[in-house]
T-cell receptor
Framework: DAGVTQSPTHLIKTRGQHVTLRCSPI?????VSWYQQVLGQGPQFIFQ???????GRGNFPDRFSARQFPNYSSELNVNALLLGDSALYLC?????????????FGPGTRLTVT | GDSVTQMEGPVTLSEEAFLTINCTYT??????LFWYVQYPGEGLQLLLK?????DKGSNKGFEATYRKETTSFHLEKGSVQVSDSAVYFC????????????FGKGITLSVRP
């Protein structure tokens, strides 16, 4: 079975631009979470979605938004990009939104803001 | 809030050496504890976990015991291999309504032949 997939793999944007990152969960998984991993740091939680509803939000500005589609795939949107948004963005999926299900991580999207 | 503190790295060991990576946490209630590994160019993989005090998680020769009295979850392996070279993250998940993971900064392990 395919694991969590993310697209694109890499992208380069300019300050002030907007970006959309995409994630497809493992088949049968209904929950998707997004994390930001800045170089040299551990991943930081951004959002969790379950059944198209937001279940959790980390300490990120309103420039960050996300949504989940009926097929459980998800998009992370970042507006007005800053240099500090340069990071590896990880998507993780799990069976449901409950806290006891294991999360499976995708390979990430490497975003560089210049 | 919840937090995870890992020992400073990087760590360089010779093959077959003993490994200990320290991890302590701060959290309310009874969190679940995890070790994740990130190999070069790859995503995070769950290495092992423990969900309650005194539980021992183990996988691929790695072990960690959930110590509530010392709020610790140190990772150990008796004999490391070159293939263990990676970045290791300690993480916790608080009990609650969502599956948010709180990670430490990670530590890079390099194993020399």
């Amino acid at each position: 079975d395919a694991g969590v997939t993310q697209s694109p793999t890499h992208l380069i944007k300019t300050r002030g631009q907007h970006v959309t990152l995409r994630c497809s969960p493992i088949s049968g998984h209904k929950s998707v979470s997004w994390y930001q991993q800045v170089l040299g740091q551990g991943p930081q939680f951004i959002f969790q979605y379950y059944e198209k509803e937001e279940r959790g939000r980390g300490n990120f500005p309103d420039r960050f938004s996300a949504r989940q589609f009926p097929n459980y795939s998800s998009e992370l949107n970042v507006n007005a990009l800053l240099l500090g948004d340069s990071a590896l963005y990880l998507c993780a999926s799990s069976l449901s939104g409950a806290d006891y299900y294991e999360q499976y991580f995708g390979p990430g999207t490497r975003l560089t803001v210049t | 809030g919840d937090s995870v503190t890992q020992m400073e790295g990087p760590v360089t060991l010779s093959e077959e050496a003993f490994l200990t990576i320290n991890c302590t946490y701060t959290a309310t209630g009874y969190p679940s504890l995890f070790w994740y590994v990130q190999y070069p160019g790859e995503g995070l993989q769950l290495l092992l976990k423990a969900t309650k005090a005194d539980d021992k998680g183990s996988n691929k020769g790695f072990e960690a015991t959930y110590r509530k009295e010392t709020t610790s979850f140190h990772l150990e392996k008796g004999s490391v291999q070159v293939s263990d070279s990676a970045v290791y993250f300690c993480a916790l998940r608080a009990t609650g309504a969502n599956s948010k993971l709180t990670f430490g900064k990670g530590i890079t392990l390099s194993v020399r032949p």
